[in-house]
């Protein structure tokens, strides 16, 4: 049993890898625009919304894009108000990694592998291989795990344990720990999913642990913030508050969201990823008018 473990941890570890480096890729062929794009588009809440879902998009990184917002915010360049809409788009924005891990497109992993070796070679197109060469690691790890996973699907030890997390509060401590240390809610969503289309991870338990994530995801941004302005500190913070009340409030309505999750779709995998979409996309939309309430509330909360 010990192989199928290291073949796991293997598998986290390359998705964790592939993730990092479709960020790193995508943000060298596009940072000076990034920034750009984030002062530019922050004269309105929908506005900041917009453009931050776009620039996360593009960078693959929700938590990227926040702690580049706290910089700003912290220069002086955008002001708090004008940053809430940059972080609630951002939480949607981060919905294109999580499905684009929902796809099945382990066949073309070697394939981007092979194609990213001259690009990377090329100092020109360095950037873009650095991307493809992600591609190829992200879906290479999925099914690494999935086929690690074979061995464990009937063993009640390891089912006991992951159980535990249908307990709601259990699996979102789990979520955000493990998205704390790890820096990435996409790979521990991923995960899930994992688990959960191998029969490992029951359905509910995963949902608790993708609400989980997405608190996680706000660690670094807070860590980022913590020696930086009062007013860095308030975004860091307003990131978290959406995002925990958005989970909180979610809570009590999973069991009717799983019913729903499995009229739209049989497949496992992707109701998780589903899942991720719709809570961030209606959560963000819900807050997004609120904007202005939370952004007097914590100026009262943390004054200048």
């Not at 996409?186 to 338990?205: E, F, I, K, Q």
Request: proline share 5%; with cysteine; net charge positive.
């Amino acid at each position: 049993m010990l192989f199928p473990l290291l073949q796991f941890a293997a598998g986290v570890s390359l998705l964790l890898l592939g993730v990092q480096l479709l960020r790193q890729g995508l943000v060298a062929l596009g940072r000076s625009y990034l920034e750009m794009m984030i002062r530019r588009a922050t004269a309105t809440p929908w506005q900041g919304f917009f453009w931050g879902a776009v620039a996360t998009a593009l960078v693959q990184s929700s938590t990227a894009v926040t702690v580049l917002t706290v910089g700003l915010v912290d220069g002086g360049v955008i002001s708090f108000y004008q940053s809430l809409g940059v972080i609630l788009g951002a939480n949607v924005g981060t919905c294109v990694t999580v499905q684009l891990l929902a796809l099945k497109l382990s066949k073309i992993a070697l394939p981007a592998l092979v194609t990213s070796i001259p690009l990377i070679l090329a100092p020109s197109t360095r950037a873009a291989g650095t991307a493809c060469v992600s591609i190829g690691l992200i879906f290479f790890s999925l099914d690494l795990m999935a086929t690690a996973l074979l061995p464990f699907k009937d063993s009640s030890t390891l089912l006991g344990l992951l159980s535990a997390a249908t307990s709601p509060w259990q699996g979102i401590l789990a979520g955000t720990l493990l998205t704390g240390l790890l820096h990435s809610s996409s790979v521990v969503t991923g995960m899930a999913m994992v688990l959960a289309g191998h029969g490992v991870l029951p359905p509910l338990a995963a949902l608790h642990i993708v609400l989980g994530a997405n608190i996680g995801t706000c660690l670094t941004a807070i860590i980022a913030a913590l020696f930086s302005s009062r007013a860095a500190k308030r975004t860091a913070l307003a990131h978290f508050v959406i995002n925990a009340a958005g989970a909180i409030l979610w809570l009590p309505f999973l069991p009717l969201v799983l019913h729903f999750l499995n009229w739209l779709t049989p497949d496992l995998p992707r109701q998780v990823a589903h899942f991720h979409t719709l809570f961030n996309l209606v959560s963000s939309l819900a807050a997004l008018p609120f904007a202005g309430l939370l952004a007097w509330l914590l100026e009262t909360l943390l004054p200048d």
